[in-house]
């Protein structure tokens, strides 16, 4: 969990929407894998729940399900 104040860019926490991508893991073989990345969006998403964007407004794309 992230505290930090919200971003003056975000404007109307009830029209944001927000579609967080993280990718750790890839298909092809010859990328390298980023573990960090998968948490890292994650955490950016639960920072935007925290700073008052609605749950079933911000949705959360990690590995395979980013790339369907």
Do not use: C, M, Q, Y
């Amino acid at each position: 969990h992230i505290e930090a104040p919200a971003p003056r860019f975000l404007g109307d926490k009830l029209k944001t929407i927000a579609i967080v991508i993280g990718i750790s893991h890839f298909k092809d073989k010859t990328i390298e894998e980023l573990p960090g990345a998968k948490v890292d969006a994650s955490r950016f998403a639960s920072a935007l729940t925290s700073w008052g964007i609605s749950h079933d407004r911000v949705f959360l794309l990690l590995d395979e399900n980013a790339t369907k």
